[in-house]
């Protein structure tokens, strides 16, 4: 046999004992947390950037316009990412939309060499739909299953830029009314010029005079958890302990504070790291 008929087959060996080291041993090499540009992102980048060190590892984060692509090339060892968002991406036709069913979608979906861990069931920041009070009352509730009876005729609005649902349960919603920013499209829902707004259940925007409608057990919107992407056979045990760690300890009420320090100024590194102090992993 020529021992260029030979070289596939020690390539593959090299990687399979390559893959082994990894799961077996301590990795001293500094672990790359991917971002996209802006705060959001890079927030979420590094609340696992301070998961990771905080159980010893060196870590820090990157931003790239797709993180995805350096995720699967290596340059990136961990892309935290939205559950449903992660999906679309994948399979742009999947029905699933309760919190398990998405990420059960999501993870089949994923490419190989890609592992997901932990989704967090208490955080979240998936569309959501804001009315007034008066509107709420007139309804008879808070809860977003009351809104298809009321679908003709809804006059809805979205700030311009903003992925929203075209549907909401059995009602077709119409093309939305754009504004340019949250503050002057709740400026129309307060006028009475929009029978609601969309908005997402994180958003630090989210005024305590208004109300957001709660999607109940029977979801009518795709979910979005958060969940932390990774490269099989890169993180050893105790690092994808760490990442899996954030599930049980971020909710939505800390991710929404932490998005509203960061949008007030605050350095991002900075806010993830208090939290985390606040909130140790492990215990």
Known sequence: MRIGRLAPLLLAAVFAMAGCAANTGES????VV?????????????IYVAALRSYGFAARGETADDPMV??????????????????????????????????????????????AGDYTTAAEDKPAVMVTPATSTAWGGSELDLLPPHCDGLLVGMVTGVDTPSRVGSCRLPAPREFADDATMLAALRAGQLTAAW???????????????????????????????????????????????VAGVLDTAALTDMRRQVAGGADPQAVAGAWLAEHPLGR
């Open 199 to 245: 908005t997402t259940t994180a958003n630090p925007a989210n005024p305590a005079d208004l109300v957001v409608l709660n999607d109940g057990k029977d979801a009518l919107i795709r979910a979005e958890n958060v969940v932390p992407l990774y490269r099989r056979n890169v993180l050893t045990d105790r690092q994808r302990l760490a990442i899996n760690e």
């Open 34 to 46: 991917g971002a996209r540009p802006g705060s959001e992102s890079v927030l979420l980048a590094d």
């Open 70 to 115: 350096k995720l699967d090339s290596g340059a990136f060892a961990v892309v935290p990412a939205f559950t449903g968002q992660m999906l679309w991406t994948l399979q742009p036709d999947a029905s699933a939309l309760s919190d398990k069913a998405v990420y059960q979608a999501m993870l089949a979906a994923l490419p190989e060499g890609v592992a």
């Open 28 to 31: 001293d090499s500094e672990l």
